[in-house]
C-alpha cells in the first residue's frame, strides 16, 4: 500500500481548486502555447492539488474519485485554458486502463513506491513487439500525438504482436505501458492550428526492451472487462471494470464544454467593456441581440454540461451493473454513452462557433485574441469528437435498437 497524499480531500475539495486555479491559467495561455505544453508552475501545482491521482487506486496513492468528479475538474481546468485541460486529461486518464486490466505484480512496478503515474497514451498501434527471449520484449517506433507526455512517467500505447514466423503476418493487438526511461521525447508539436500548448508531442522507443509482463493482448477501445476485470476485483472497485471508448468521448466532450464556457466568459467580457459607435456611453451588453446571443449560447453549453454529468454517472451505474452481475457493460452500452457524450460535445461545439464566435466581432479573430484561441482550439477537439465518429456511432445505436449487427461498422476510418 502507498500512503494517499492527502487522505482526508473530497472530491468537491479538488473540484474547487480546479475552479481557483482559473485566474492563474487564463493568465499563462500564451506562454502555454510558446512552450507547447503548460508551464511547470502549473505541473507543480497540479501536482499538490491531486489532479492527476483523481482515478488512481488508493492502494497505489491515488484517491479513486468517480468520473463525474474528473469531468467536472477537466472541465474547470479547459475553462481557463484548453490546452492545459487537454494535456491534464489526455495525462491523468489512462490510469485508469492499467488499473483496470494489468496483473497485480505489474502494477506493483509500474506504481513503484510512491505512486508517480502520469501517462500519455494513443491508439494507434504502431510496429511489433518481438519477444528477446529473456523475459522482455523489444519496441520499436515511433508514436505520434502523445499529449502530456512532457510530463509523463509512463507510456500507454499500442503495438502489435510479432508473427511466430517470418511469412506470417503481425499478430493481434497488443497493450503495452513502457516508463519513461524507455522512451525518448521528440520536439515535434508545433505548427498547428489548435491545442498548440497541449504537449501533444510524439515518442520514441528506439530498440526499447520492455517486461513482457508490462504487456497485454488487449485492445485499449476494447478492453476485456465484461463481468468484472483484474483491477474491480484487485481495487474492490467497480470503476476499474468500465469500457474505455465511451470513456475517452466524454474526457472530449468535458475539454469541449469547458472551452465554450471559456468563449462564454470572454464574450461577456468583449460586449461589457465594447463601446457602441453612435453611443460611446453605452456598450454592446446594453443591446438586446447580444444579450440573446449570450443567453442562448450559455443554455445550449449547460444543457451540454447536464448531459456530460448524467451521463458519467450512467457510465458508473454501467460499471456496477456489470461486476456486481446484473448487466454485462456490452459494448452496445458502450456506444450508447459513447454517442451521447459525442452529442454534448457538438452542442458545446455549435454554441461556441455558431454564436459565441460569430458575433463576437472580426477583431477577436486575431492572432493574439483569447477568442480566437477559443475557436481555434475547440475547432482541433471537434476534429477529434465529431466527424470521425458521430455517424458511425448513431449508426451502431439505432441498429443496436433494433436488434441488427453492428460491430461490423467500423468507429474509426
Known sequence: MIAVPEPELTEREVIERAVAMRPALLERQPETERLTIYPKDTHEEFLRA???RMLQPRRYGGYSFGLP??????????????????????????????ASVFEEKTQDELFGDEGDFRAASTATPVGVARP?????VVLDGTWSYSSGSPYSTHYVGQT?????????PPGPLMLFVAP?????????WQGVLGLRGSGSHSIRLDEARI?????????????PVEGGSVGSKLHGHPMYA?????FFHGELAALMIGTAYAAADEYARIIAERPLVLDPGRTRADLHDYQRHLGEALAAIRTADAALRATADDWMAACCDNVSGRAPFTTAVDNRLALVFVTAGRLAW???????????GSRHARDGARMQRYFRDAATIWSHLGPTMAEPLARRVGRDRLGLPSDDIPLIS
Not at 468500465?242 to 465511451?246: C, F, K, L, P, Y
Request: proline share 5%; with cysteine; glycine share 8%.
Open 69 to 98: 468528479t474528473f469531468y467536472r475538474v477537466v472541465t474547470e481546468v479547459a475553462r481557463g485554458c484548453p490546452s492545459t485541460g487537454w494535456a491534464l486529461s489526455l495525462t491523468a486518464a489512462h490510469v485508469l486502463q492499467v
Open 350 to 360: 455549435d454554441a461556441l462557433q455558431g454564436i459565441l464566435f460569430r458575433t463576437a
Open 180 to 188: 519513461r526511461s524507455a522512451w525518448t521525447l521528440l520536439d515535434d
Open 50 to 52: 491531486g489532479f492527476y
Open 132 to 136: 528477446d527471449g529473456d523475459g522482455h
Open 211 to 223: 517486461p513482457a509482463h508490462f504487456t497485454r493482448e488487449a485492445s485499449l477501445l476494447d478492453l
Open 242 to 246: 468500465g469500457r474505455a471508448a465511451s
Open 160 to 168: 502489435l504482436r510479432a508473427p511466430e514466423k517470418p511469412e506470417d
